[in-house]
């Protein structure tokens, strides 16, 4: 294994790492995470959730369960993309360039299949561990932090990510918890602000029938969920870089494994 650099991980460094590729390449991570992130959100509330009414008879019933398997499985590759072009963004930027969206997106569709197969993984077991007191699940999920990122990034195959991401977490696992539990008050004052955005728009659906609620809960949610996808993509990735730079030195610029 590699000797370690002198400096330590830091919160800071990730931090400014996810927020500098985000004001760096805006049009790639916020496209991105609107597009394939909210989009398949939007496009499900729009044939399904805005007839609630209709969902409950028998031929619309059918109809809606079909449509949500659907949109379950775009869900679920939409997201790998997610996952795979702003991965390939914040690296991008972690080398002092910009990544155009056709070098993001061929990335990410190269490897889409194993980030859906690690993913799977990963989530299938932190939710086995998180049955078993909780604990289990948490170190599992420190533990594998980065995996997707070293999917998109490193040809490690499926079972390779996940000890590659073992060995770079190793030392810094405690951090990374912190990192997570600020993540957690963070998502907990979002969704206090969401909840006071949307008693503001029932107060004001409520006095001026002008204004449409369903309308806009649904740009607000598109809002969240986009935002929401671009950080939590960009701020996995600045970690994984972050831990590779402790563990292994400066990341170097590697064009050539892009379009192998």
Request: hydrophobic letters at 55%.
């Amino acid at each position: 294994m590699a000797e370690l650099n002198d400096r330590s991980v830091s919160i800071g460094r990730i931090f400014n790492r996810a927020f500098g590729v985000m004001g760096n390449n805006p049009g790639v991570v916020f496209g991105v995470a609107l597009i394939l992130g909210a989009g398949p959100q939007l496009l499900y509330t729009l044939l399904v959730g805005t007839n609630a009414a209709l969902v409950r008879q028998g031929s619309f019933a059918a109809a809606a369960i079909g449509a949500s398997l659907l949109m379950l499985l775009i869900s679920i590759v939409s997201r790998s993309l997610v996952a795979g072009c702003i991965t390939r963004a914040t690296v991008a930027y972690s080398q002092g360039r910009r990544a155009s969206l056709g070098e993001c997106l061929s990335v990410a569709i190269s490897r889409f299949v194993p980030v859906i197969a690690v993913s799977f993984l990963f989530g299938l077991a932190v939710m086995l561990g998180m049955v078993l007191l909780i604990v289990p699940g948490v170190m599992l999920a420190v533990m594998w932090a980065v995996v997707v990122p070293v999917t998109v990034e490193e040809r490690t195959g499926i079972f390779g990510a996940f000890g590659r991401s073992q060995d770079l977490t190793r030392g810094a696992r405690w951090k990374i918890f912190g990192l997570f539990l600020l993540l957690l008050l963070i998502a907990i004052g979002i969704g206090i602000a969401a909840g006071l955005v949307s008693a503001m728009m029932i107060g004001i659906s409520y006095t001026n029938p002008a204004v449409s609620l369903t309308t806009s809960a649904i740009l607000f949610n598109v809002i969240v969920t986009t935002i929401a996808s671009a950080l939590w993509a960009s701020l996995q990735t600045a970690l994984f870089v972050e831990l590779r730079e402790w563990k292994d030195g400066p990341m170097e610029t590697k064009l050539g494994e892009i379009f192998e």
